[in-house]
């Protein structure tokens, strides 16, 4: 069982849809994060958060500790948010260690 | 200010040839890492640095070597390549305080045939 799981794996949605992306993960964590992948590869960081709720523009991030789940929704979605999103999970003190989700493949049609 | 750079972009290896990858940053972040990305798995931690002038193993360092060059760059050596090693590498740094995220590389494409 990996130990950051994410839902769903793939994810077609229309134009101007709400969007939701799950991940649970089983290990003890310092804190969260949500990555975006475009196709072509390059890797961005979307939100690093510890408790409650982070917005930025159309992306909302939420993570609750005790169940040990995280949830990153889109609102209003565009063909451009099209991508590859994937939770990860700090670990490892000061290091800052990641353990990655597989991603969850988004793409949302015009 | 570039972010982190990485070289090459894409490289095709036969077995049993070495090649260095090379990764860069110019934020003047304390720690840097090395990841490898594989279908239907997510990143996996080969060597990390949390400091320049220290270098340790993560999750898959077998068959990898690391340089911390200096405080700018991080390199992974592969000594003899192997098909199970073709996948794609990313580097990324951190400022190194633990509220900073990740910053990552583009990615270097690499196939073993």
């Known amino acids: 069982k990996n130990e950051v799981e994410q839902s769903p794996q793939n994810l077609t949605a229309q134009e101007g849809e709400f969007i939701t992306i799950n991940c649970s993960y089983s290990v003890g964590i310092s804190a969260l994060h949500w990555l975006q992948q475009h196709p072509g590869g390059g890797i961005v960081s979307l939100f690093m958060l510890s408790s409650g709720k982070k917005k930025h523009g159309r992306l909302i991030a939420t993570i609750n500790i005790q169940e040990k789940h995280s949830s990153l929704h889109i609102t209003a979605s565009h063909p451009r948010d099209s991508a590859v999103y994937i939770c990860?999970?700090?670990?490892?003190?000061?290091?800052?260690?990641?353990?990655f989700g597989t991603g969850t493949l988004l793409a949302v049609q015009p | 200010n570039a972010g982190v750079t990485q070289t090459p972009k894409f490289q095709v290896l036969k077995t049993g040839q070495s090649m260095t990858l090379q990764c860069a940053q110019d934020m003047n972040h304390n720690s840097m890492y090395w990841y490898r990305q594989d279908p239907g798995m997510g990143l996996r931690l080969i060597y990390y640095s949390a400091s320049e002038g220290t270098t340790d193993k993560g999750e898959v360092p077998n068959g990898y070597n690391v340089s911390r060059l200096n405080k700018r760059e991080f390199s992974l050596r592969l000594e003899s390549a192997a098909p199970s090693q073709t996948s794609v590498y990313f580097c990324?740094?951190?400022?190194?305080?633990?509220?900073?995220?990740?910053?990552f590389g583009p990615g270097t494409r690499l196939l073993v045939l």
């Open positions: 990324a740094s951190r400022p190194g305080t633990f509220w900073e995220t990740q910053y």
């Open positions: 990860a999970v700090t670990y490892g003190g000061a290091t800052n260690k990641l353990i």
